[in-house]
């Protein structure tokens, strides 16, 4: 089974950019399609960030759209969230994530803190 490991978490400023990264440790060409979530600190569910398909189509969010940009490079088998102007909104533990019925599968997560 295919297992997901996020990087690239951190301490920003608001206005500031992250990349996340999330390293699949098998081949991810055949998902359909790839998510982030993101848990924000207080809340007890994982709110939906954004999805980009084997095809390359991508969908955001309204909170994070024009901001943050979901890429795939299925030869290296990661998916990436690049975030750009960042809101102290946006901190939370992200989370990468793929479904194949009937489980969702997820990663540990990494931190993004966002100082005002």
């Known amino acids: 089974q295919v297992q997901l490991v996020e990087s690239g978490g951190g301490l920003v400023q608001a206005g500031g950019s992250l990349r996340l990264s999330c390293a699949a440790s098998?081949?991810?060409?055949?998902?359909?399609?790839m998510d982030w979530y993101r848990q924000a600190p207080g809340k007890q569910q994982r709110e939906w960030v954004a999805?980009?398909?084997?095809?390359?189509?991508?969908n955001y969010a309204d909170s994070v759209k024009g901001r943050f940009t979901i890429s795939r490079d299925n030869a290296k088998n990661t998916v990436y969230l690049q975030m750009n102007s960042l809101k102290p909104e946006d901190t939370a533990v992200y989370y990468c994530?793929?479904?194949?019925?009937?489980?969702?599968?997820w990663g540990r997560g990494t931190q993004v803190t966002v100082s005002s």
């Open positions: 999805t980009i398909t084997r095809g390359g189509t991508t």
């Open positions: 994530s793929f479904y194949i019925r009937p489980t969702r599968y």
């Open positions: 098998g081949s991810i060409s055949s998902i359909s399609a």
